[in-house]
């Protein structure tokens, strides 16, 4: 379960890393910090804290949706 979860947040801070590059003007709130907890779970997988994560998918996972779902409307 937390690898599939992990594996999740990396293809959302990929996504928005490429729509960034797409398109600069695209405004995603936090999108450095989406980019940077990528590379932090690809890369310093065996120092992720599942507090840390588990605060993401809480509080900052549901404001990305409402973000993504205006963009997309």
């Known amino acids: 379960m937390r690898r599939a979860v992990e594996r999740e ?25 989406i980019v940077n907890l990528r590379n932090y779970v690809i890369h310093g997988y065996d120092k992720v804290d599942n507090v840390i994560i588990w605060g993401i998918i809480s509080r900052d996972l549901p404001k990305l949706k409402e973000q993504i779902d205006s963009l997309i409307n």
């Open 9 to 33: 947040l990396e293809i959302i801070g990929e996504a928005v890393n490429q729509i960034l590059k797409i398109d600069k003007t695209i405004n995603i709130s936090n999108s450095r910090r």
